[in-house]
Nanobody
Framework: QVQLVESGGGLVQPGGSLRLSCAVS????????MGWYRQDPGKQRELVAG???????NYADSVKGRFTISRDNARSTVYLQMNSLKPEDTGVYYC??????????????WGQGTQVTVSS
């Protein structure tokens, strides 16, 4: 069974930065794509950033130029560097693994989530 453990959330002022981490166990990490999702209260989880097994990345329009997703296959960890944070970035962030290299087949697994609050 795949386990995903997120960390790094917190309270930050607008314009600040946070780095989220997601440690993955239970699969051969380097072969699979990963994604970061955000859930706002009362809304569905939305993809914020994704990274394929070949390290190709994609981003939601709202975070392009501010967020960077990366992966460390040796540590089976995916990161989300969030800069120039805005209040609308507030939400619970979840990581998710995929069952293929290119984000075509999401798994059924989610981490527990980490809260990010951007507020002055």
């Amino acid at each position: 069974q795949v386990q995903l453990v997120e960390s790094g959330g917190g309270l930050v002022q607008p314009g600040g930065s946070l780095r989220l981490s997601c440690a993955v166990s239970g699969n051969t990490f380097r072969f699979y794509a990963m994604g970061w999702y955000r859930q706002d209260p009362g809304k569905q989880r939305e993809l914020v950033a994704g990274i394929t097994c070949r390290h190709s990345t994609n981003y939601a329009d709202s975070v392009k130029g501010r967020f960077t997703i990366s992966r460390d296959n040796a540590r089976s960890t995916v990161y989300l560097q969030m800069n120039s944070l805005k209040p609308e970035d507030t939400g619970v962030y979840y990581c998710k693994n995929y069952r293929d290299c290119d984000m075509g087949r999401p798994s059924d697994y989610w981490g527990q989530g980490t809260q990010v609050t951007v507020s002055s």
